[in-house]
């Protein structure tokens, strides 16, 4: 699916623009449409644009131009409070002179639920997140993951049609994150919520997200299922930014609609699957995933392209074996292999063979 193309449209970027200083655009003209019930996660580096589309829709930000729709409504005009959208923040915006009830209380009085109905959907919201028991306590009595089950339950608790997250775990240490991770999944599928996630963690946006949509300079570079994006990434951005990749630069020599011969600058010649190549004499950069290479004839796939390799670093990783090694010119080629019984161990200085199936390299655009 490409950034323009759409489906129910639940929320929906229309050719929008944002500039601070009416020179500069920090996002354009995207085209977005988002579908009830669906996970959504913006992944970019600082300053691509991901985080200003989240305000623009939370109505923290105006639209310079294009319409954002919710449900079918056009609301760039209406105010935040009045989008029905719960919004969890990174450092939680929990007010610290309110106990963990009267936090969750408060988005409800705001809309004018009386005290009975306020009541019974605290309770609702504190046991969805497994925190029914600490409705009294102050939020300094709280850990750093028991902050965040409670901003998310304060984000649920009135029962919103969409549920926007900027960077919400990046205060968690790694285990806690990745717990959290789970935990927020769980509630979206247990619940349909709608969820808009901004994040710069590649791994938070690969576990967590029906889509990713990934943003640089301003523009999404492709939009997918976290499948897609790593498996197929559309142009060498996305290649670099989503997981490990080995890059060498070459020339297309050959050039089919299924496949590419690209010679190297240090003169091999490698068949790859062609994605963002237009015709020979084309510069590109093969990309290859790291765990994709193998050095062991007997595991090497039928067809595998072969080159050589010297040693140059291995790094034990418990599960993994990371090797840095000199192939065509670039030291900093990388493979890794599962720790197993009866691992062949390589030792830098080594000169070994290693090979991958050609499609698993792909002729991608120059950085």
Not at 35 to 44: I, S
Request: with cysteine; proline share 5%; glycine share 8%.
């Amino acid at each position: 699916m490409t950034a323009t193309e759409t489906d129910d449209g639940f929320v929906e970027f229309d050719h929008v623009q944002k500039s601070y200083d009416g020179e500069t655009l920090v996002v354009k003209d995207l085209n977005l449409s988002i579908g009830k019930g669906e996970f959504l996660t913006m992944l970019g580096p600082s300053g691509s644009g991901k985080t200003t589309c989240l305000m623009m829709l939370a109505g923290f930000e105006t639209a310079t131009n294009g319409a954002i729709r919710l449900d079918g409504q056009n609301i760039n005009e209406v105010p935040p409070h009045k989008r029905g959208i719960g919004m969890v923040f990174q450092n939680y915006a929990l007010f610290p002179h309110m106990s963990v009830g009267e936090n969750l209380s408060f988005p409800l009085e705001v809309r004018g639920f009386g005290k009975s109905e306020r009541e019974a959907k605290v309770r609702r919201a504190l046991d969805m997140v497994q925190m029914g028991d600490f409705a009294f306590r102050r939020p300094a009595q709280l850990s750093g993951g028991q902050q965040q089950r409670i901003a998310l339950a304060r984000a649920l608790v009135f029962d919103p049609k969409l549920v926007l997250m900027d960077e919400p775990l990046g205060a968690l240490d790694k285990q806690l994150r990745e717990h959290m991770q789970f935990e927020i999944k769980r509630l979206h599928e247990n619940l349909g919520l709608t969820v808009v996630y901004v994040t710069h963690d590649q791994g938070e946006a690969l576990t967590m997200s029906d889509r990713v949509a990934v943003f640089n300079d301003g523009r999404i570079q492709q939009l997918a299922p976290p499948e897609d994006l790593y498996e197929r990434p559309d142009n060498s951005f996305v290649a670099q930014f989503i997981g490990e990749n080995n890059k060498l630069p070459g020339t297309v020599e050959e050039l089919s609609a299924d496949k590419a011969l690209v010679k190297l600058d240090t003169g091999e010649l490698i068949d790859c699957t062609p994605v963002n190549v237009a015709d020979r004499g084309q510069r590109t950069l093969v990309s290859i995933r790291p765990e994709r290479v193998e050095f062991k004839p007997e595991m090497m796939p039928p067809g595998a392209h072969t080159i050589q390799a010297e040693v140059l670093e291995v790094i034990y990783m418990g599960d993994i074996f990371r090797t840095r090694m000199l192939v065509a010119g670039s030291d900093e080629f990388v493979m890794k292999s599962r720790n197993t019984l009866g691992q062949t161990k390589l030792v830098p200085g080594q000169h070994i063979q290693i090979g991958w199936h050609p499609q698993d390299a792909r002729a991608l655009d120059p950085l």
